[in-house]
């Protein structure tokens, strides 16, 4: 391959304190430096990375430690979006789609059939839609604004269309590059949270400001199976400050579908604050305690189970009671556990003020959580 060497690229004489370099070749953008580390992998990464970074470049390092060809590369920073994001677009307009589709038969009581005949029939869900992706997206987009505030490269949110009961299963973002430091892994990881957090309660507020649904006759007799979504205490709370009620006598009256934004930010916060892998929780806790946070991931789906084993054998409670949901994020918190948080460069500790933070968002966390969220009664 070609030959490579510019005094406008990295700063090679930064990497040749710490790597005999013995060739550099180019690969489109990226820039292969083949050599020899004269530190172990993670010092060499550490000592170079501010260089290159303000250099305007991510680097990354493998070493074999045997005396064999060790490799660093070096890749321009992109923190921008490129042309038009379509994958991002589709999977929003598709998630739009499914959220009304859903919200519509499920929580605005449109008969199927209706629907089939006037697909239009359901922008009457509009609201529904409107809480459920305003809650989700600001979660994400918190992150997204804070990443882009530390020049992190992180994409715009990918939204995940679903069925019921929600339409979707929620959003993510993908970080790329070298995360800086604890304090970058800190406030991206909690920036999600706090945001989606604040849009749940406008959005439960406003929900819970607004008339009641009546549920019409035919669905009410309807011998279909009932989900119930009971309350997280900061719902209550909420309900309570306003001074508006979450259940009615007449059990065909229910609270606005715009509640239900409000509840699905709560719960989805409460899964994303779990301490494990690429997890709000998991990035946090690893920047609040460090190379400490693996030992309190190991724990979260021993906690998981036990808290299914309790609701199976102490409560009685089955599969459809929140059992199961337990005991599928035990199993999938063993499987991500394995994928953990991004690693810092730099370790400094993080502030006290940061770490107060840190408490605070997990006790509101604690605030919506649940043994029993979710039963499905049958019918």
Not at 8 to 20: H, I, K
Not at 28 to 52: D, H, I, K, N, T
Not at 349 to 362: D, N, Q
Request: glycine share 12%; hydrophobic share 50%; with cysteine.
């Amino acid at each position: 391959m070609e030959q490579f060497e510019s005094a406008d690229g990295p700063p090679v004489e930064a990497l040749r304190a710490v790597f005999d370099v013995h060739e550099t070749r180019t690969d489109g953008e990226r820039l292969v430096y083949y050599g020899e580390s004269l530190v172990p992998e993670q010092m060499l990464v550490r000592e170079v990375w501010p260089a290159f970074r303000q250099a305007g470049y991510e680097v990354q390092a493998q070493t074999t430690g045997f005396g064999g060809t060790d490799v660093v590369v070096a890749e321009p920073i992109s923190t921008g979006v490129d042309g038009i994001p379509w994958k991002n677009v589709a999977l929003f307009v598709a998630t739009i789609v499914s959220t009304l589709f859903v919200g519509a038969v499920g929580w605005y009581y449109v008969p199927l059939s209706d629907l089939t005949a006037n697909p239009l029939l359901a922008l009457q869900a509009w609201p529904f839609t409107a809480a459920v992706l305003g809650v989700l997206s600001v979660h994400e987009l918190g992150h997204y604004l804070m990443g882009k505030y530390h020049g992190v490269n992180v994409s715009l949110p990918y939204l995940i269309p679903f069925i019921f009961p929600f339409g979707t299963l929620g959003a993510i973002i993908r970080m790329r590059g070298q995360m800086p430091d604890r304090k970058a892994l800190f406030d991206i990881g909690v920036a999600g949270p706090l945001a989606g957090l604040a849009a749940t309660i406008v959005v439960t507020v406003i929900g819970l400001s607004l008339e009641p649904m009546t549920v019409p006759a035919w669905a009410f007799s309807s011998s279909s199976d009932v989900i119930i979504f009971n309350n997280p205490p900061l719902l209550d709370a909420i309900a309570t400050i306003l001074g508006r009620p979450t259940e009615y006598p007449d059990p065909r009256t229910v609270v606005h579908p715009v509640v239900i934004g409000g509840w699905v930010g709560m719960f989805f916060t409460v899964l994303n604050l779990l301490p494990v892998g690429q997890l709000d929780g998991g990035h946090m806790v690893r920047a609040m305690l460090g190379e400490r946070q693996e030992s309190l991931a190991a724990a979260v789906p021993l906690v998981l189970f036990g808290i299914a084993g309790y609701l199976h054998y102490v409560r009685g409670l089955g599969i459809n009671e929140s059992v199961g949901l337990w005991f599928f994020w035990g199993l999938l918190s063993t499987f991500i556990a394995y994928n953990g948080p991004a690693d810092p460069v730099d370790e400094t500790p993080l502030g006290t003020g940061r770490i107060a933070v840190g408490l605070f968002t997990f006790a509101l966390g604690a605030a919506c959580f649940l043994l029993v969220p979710i039963q499905v009664i049958p019918g």
